[in-house]
């Protein structure tokens, strides 16, 4: 299949790119690396009459290490994080999770704030930004405003990007030294859509675990955060025992759909396990005292 017939248009400014939004309305879209809006587009499951090529605004690519906080420009490619962007634990984190999504040459193109634009469930960077509290820097006619990871991902597929907005950059905090990290994602095939996956940090001290961040993504609308589990896992022994029980309450938590690759039952036994090993993973990458 090929696409419908479009326009095109390439600025190289936010101002210019808000412009062409405002001109065009619902019939013009944003196309960032194009891994996902191509195909819908050559299976004519998307017909916009108008693309917007964000790939000559350079001012909203790239990553700036602000210290406490990685502001990554939403054009930067997935391969970008092939090697640590910062040191410490976030930028290792990083690292372990790119190399889950898709295939090599997808993340030649696919960028970091398209998939989040996207918001399919089982995106990890979405996860990411969940899980860490991460801020959306939004630009629009009227101006800037960011907004938290919490109220960003609406549902599958929405976000509160604004028909008129585009997504300039994203605000992720860093996890100070000390942190251990882990991620862990089950799919069909190396490359395939997550079936489910977890991600993890924990900060160990004295032997039990002082604070603690997860997330699990791919088994409900978007990647969830959840903060009842790090609650559960602070002040207790750092064991294996420990993640074992806290990871038993995850069925519990999370209300998958079934589909073609397995049904709701096994989705939330999947979602226990990939948090537990997240879990482990983690406490594995802690600097533990002895």
Known sequence: ??????????PETISDALALLAEHGDVGKIIAGGQSLVPSMNFRLARPETLIDMNAIAEIAGIEDRGDTLVIGAMTRHAAFHTPVCDGPT?????????????YPIRQRGTFGGSLCHADPASEWCLVAATFDAAMEIHGQDGMR???AADFFKGTFTTAVGGDELLARIHLPKLPEGWGTGFYEFSRRRGDFALAMAVAALKVEGGKIADARLGVGAVAAHGLRLETLEQALTGQPATEETIAEVAAQVPGLVKPSGDIHGSAEYRRDLAQAVVRRALNAALADCAVPA
């Open 1 to 10: 299949m090929k696409p419908a017939a479009f326009s095109y248009h390439r």
């Open 91 to 103: 930028g290792a984190m990083l690292t372990r999770v790119v190399g889950n999504i898709a295939h």
């Open 146 to 148: 960011e907004v938290g």
